[in-house]
């Protein structure tokens, strides 16, 4: 068709109403050749691009004794030109090697360049168009037919291979001085896959303008069509490239198209068709391409209203999927979102939305397996598109920038900013210092230290500089927001309830990226799933001993018996809980220890029905460790489910899982919340362990602690999550001590493969100085820690002064990561002061116990006026009754 060329040089006349609006039409049918009259001056293109954004335009360098240097053209093209035209006789002074082809022009006076064809052999796959200029009477209206056959031989030449990118060579022709240009000469040249390149002032759009070129006639004299009906097949597409359906376009509705910029088609029964005019599903078009072989069209346009298919789905083809539907659920939400929308707290709460971005990139980067990184990238992507919509930047403004950057040819270095660098030292310490800003904020208690620590390190206090409201609140945990999770958690139970082994098939799909034929596997399992190595069976075979050992006997199995007066025995038995669900967690560690924590006290208490929940494998199999624990303990069952939804199916039971007495274990806080819903609903019939959330340890230590050994006790627990929280309490240590302490923490958490999760965790944490050992004991007794480990002198002495801890570790050799995995407690434990009333699992957790009577007729007899008083003083006349009715018997 034509290139058009606009002079940069005459930017006042440009500004006028008629150019802008020529511009914008002209940004409709593709590139634009910008001449510029000298590289030096950057600024005129931009100002030209600020008032008239243009999509695609090749920078034409006019003044012939300009230097043209490689620099030049890079920064040019680096800013999103999209060719460069070198005049010929410059490209011998330039190495433009490394540019692509698809970016470079060259401009050919076809009288002066003698050997043109040998040029343009030479230039083969280095550029990727060439402007020639002809060597004509500016007056013609057509081209001679020597002309137009020496054009067709260079057209053959230069388009005689594809380009490196794919395409074809592009030939622009330029008449020099042209002052009567013809729409003949744009047909000639469109024949032979040439366009004419035309000056600005020389376009039209008005039809009554004469001796000037009309844009619409002149795409329509380069069409073609094969249709009996003489019209042009067109796919509609939204900005996305999404098709959205098949029209057709004839001389007259393309005129009308280009005039007004809107979607006007050819109805082939009711003629010209202004899509939108009666439904009001109008549409703005952006841009008119005509395809390879000139016979059909393509109208990218932006849809208004409900959509483009008269049946008002987005497309002829059904809803759009992906992207297009979340932005556009996303667009819904924010402007009216059902209640209790989540997306509509997001877009209300950015401090919310900041963290959850913050959540979803760390995962993103912890993803391994191929589910993984899509399930972490669909979250994250979801995130970023919410913070976009709510600030009103739709996907095709993300989608030019990415285009606008694939225009860059000077390499970045790519080098992450220092913040983000973990190659670099000050990661970390820019991490921490930015968890610790926004822990000033919620925290109460101000820190002793200066918050621009360079290393990992805790929160640090002194007990005797702070108040009591302080104390009071570093004794607190995290605020679970227990609403939002509720809430979150229910409808998933429900979910389970009504539909069953359907529902729990899906929200796997939906929650672990895994998508089951079955949710359970019965016993026997197959050896296969649960084979292991050698030294891992070992590992826990000799763990499972031990613990066996200290449960079993924590079982009296006798019953107790007690004659409380003569004639009055009383007697207490314990019998198992007879169906008990195990839930053991998989989303940041698979835990096959809480398998061996839960289901050995199960068995050891005789449970008839032991079933273990733990989310499947990325694969959809178990985990193996976890199966062998399972087949150990004589469980019956082993549901392929996590969170909320497997516990819903332990309480409710579904057409494959069955209904359980009782569930026990711990888990995130999704699973602690439906333990909490069964425990409440009267027709789950159901109770649970205790509450065990995110995991806990106090240290107590004095002068005598080895630093070291304190510092990975710490850290032990603070990979657990980023909601994991590790105290130290430190009794009188000299300042070289805590300072040894600290370096160790910095220097063993620096090197640990989750640094990134103890760089989030350990900040959250606090160390508070205490003087004597009675203020740190007072103060673990009320913090009632989940672990509580004593790296004191003589630290099996304190052991009387605990009234409140999970499970006490003592002295430098009992690491809590022996309570974890195999010396023979449990670490099921309670979490969040819990263990002020609560114990951790054992073996009593899997019992109930029954009481007995037996009274002699004796018995009765010296008990029973003491009963019928009793019943007197509440009015309960049948209670009396009972016992009277036996002693009158007696009195006979
Ligand atoms: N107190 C104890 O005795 C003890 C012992 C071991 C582990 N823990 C703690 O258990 C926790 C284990 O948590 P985890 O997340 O690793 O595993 P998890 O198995 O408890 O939770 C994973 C499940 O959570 C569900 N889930 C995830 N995101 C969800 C969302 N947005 N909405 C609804 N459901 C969602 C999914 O179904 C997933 O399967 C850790 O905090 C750890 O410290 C505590
Ligand atoms: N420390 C956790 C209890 O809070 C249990 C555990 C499992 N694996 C390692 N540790």
Redo the contacts with the bound molecule.
Sequence with gaps: MFLPTIDLSEQEKLSNAHFTDLIKSLNLLGDIILNIPTLADSSLVKKFLETHPIDSYWINPIKEQEFIDNDSIIRLLDQGTEKFIIPSSKILSLNFDYIPADRLAISINLDQSKDIEELIKKLTGSVSAYLITLPINSSTKSLSEDLIQNLINLTKLAQKSLLPSGGQTRIGIIIDNHNSPSIEIIQQLSEISADLVVDIGSLTLDPTDKGLINISESLICTLKTDRSDGLFTTIVSDERGEALGIVYSSAESIREALKTRTGIYQSRKRGLWHKGATSGAVQKLNKVQVDCDGDSLRFIVKQYGPGFCHLNTRTCFGNSKGLTALEQTLQNRKESAPPGSYTAKLFQNPDLLHSKIMEEADELCSAKTKDEIAWEAADLIYFALVKCIANEVPLTDIESQLDKRSKIITRRPGNAKPKWDVTSNETLSVQNNENKQQESQTKPVSTSLSTKSETIKMQKFDLSEINVTQRTSLLQRPIIKSDDIMA?VRP?MDDVRKKGDAALIKLTEK??GVKLASPVISAPFPPEAMALDESTRLAIDRAYDNIYKFHDAQYDRSTLVVETMPGVVCSRFSRPIERVGLYV?????I?PS?ALMLGIPAKVAGCKQIVFAS?PRKDGTAVPEILYVAHKVGASKVVLA????AVAALAYGTESVPKVDKICG???Q??TAAKMVVQNDSSALTSIDMP????ELLVIADNTSNPAYVASDLLSQAE??V??QVVLVAVSLTSEHLAKIEHEIHAQASILPRVNIVSQSIPKSFILQVDTLEDAVKFSNDYAP?HLILHLDKAESLLEKIENAGSVFVGPYSPESCGDYASGTN???P?YGYARIYSGVNTLTFLKHITSQQLTKEGLHNLGTTVMRLAEVEELEAHRNAVQIRLKDMEV
Aim: glycine share 20%; no cysteine.
């Design positions: 979150r998933i929650f672990d967690p998989g989303g940041t560690a835990l809480t989310p996590g969170g909320s939804q711990p888990g995130n999704y699973v065990a959330g995110p995991s657990h999550g909601d994991s989940e670490h099921t434990l979490t």
